[in-house]
């Protein structure tokens, strides 16, 4: 069964401290991986895509690495900021298909 | 380029009535695509549709379908409201299939 699972549900942490949260997916054939950060009240914003070649992509403070062959994803998120709070969604694509699964999300709530 | 819109943000029915949903995809984007978000379950797959035809569908009931007009917009009906329906509807719209979704604000679903 294709699932797509998410660690740890929720997270909270201090301004200025660095977090990582975790997608293990069991998705086949794999296309790409995708990070979403979702505001409360809003749609999910893409904030990385990895394909099967890429390890490390960056988008500012947030780096996604990505290991195809145990099939775990990681998004790391640098000097957090007030703003960092919302719901981070973790989305595997499948080949043939396009098919979208997605992850449960983890809720960060950054502290001042 | 504007943002992926829906209409309306927010509403309130009553069980058995209808509620039909709309959204508006960025200017050249053919793919909409339909999702239910709720706390306990996430993110989920309703329907694909790409130049007027659905191309895929979720696991929902009957009483959920969509369309698709000449000019990509979408369009979403739910019959027979159920209390569990209460969600936030959220559409992502997309140039082609495999592309990076761009996610609508979402319309808040109120069942009483």
């Known amino acids: 069964k294709n699932q797509v699972e998410q660690s740890p549900q929720s997270l909270i942490i201090l301004e200025g401290k660095n977090c990582t949260l975790q997608?293990?997916?069991?998705?086949?054939?794999?296309?790409?991986l995708r990070w979403y950060k979702q505001d409360t009240g809003r749609g999910p914003v893409s904030l990385t895509i990895m394909t099967f070649s890429e390890n490390t992509k960056s988008n500012g403070r947030y780096t996604a690495t990505l290991d195809a062959d145990t099939k775990q994803s990681s998004l790391h998120i640098t000097a957090s900021q007030l703003s960092d709070s919302a719901s981070y969604i973790c989305?595997?694509?499948?080949?043939?298909?396009?098919?979208?699964?997605f992850g449960g999300g983890t809720r960060v709530l950054v502290k001042p | 380029k504007a943002g992926v819109t829906q209409t309306p943000r927010y509403l309130i029915k009553t069980r058995g009535q209808q509620v039909t949903l709309s959204c508006s995809p960025i200017?050249?984007?053919?793919?909409v695509s339909w999702y239910q978000q709720t706390p306990g379950q996430g993110l989920q797959f309703l329907f694909e549709y790409f130049s007027e035809t659905q191309r895929n569908k979720g696991n929902f009931p009957g009483r959920f379908s969509g369309r698709q007009f000449s000019n990509s917009r979408s369009e979403m009906n739910v019959s027979t409201l159920e209390l569990g329906d209460s969600a936030l509807y959220l559409c992502a719209t997309r140039a082609m299939p495999g592309e990076t979704q761009y996610f609508g604000p979402g319309t808040r679903l109120l069942v009483l």
């Open positions: 200017s050249g984007h053919r793919s």
């Open positions: 997608c293990n997916y069991t998705v086949s054939p794999f296309s790409n």
């Open positions: 989305v595997v694509i499948k080949a043939a298909g396009n098919k979208l699964t």
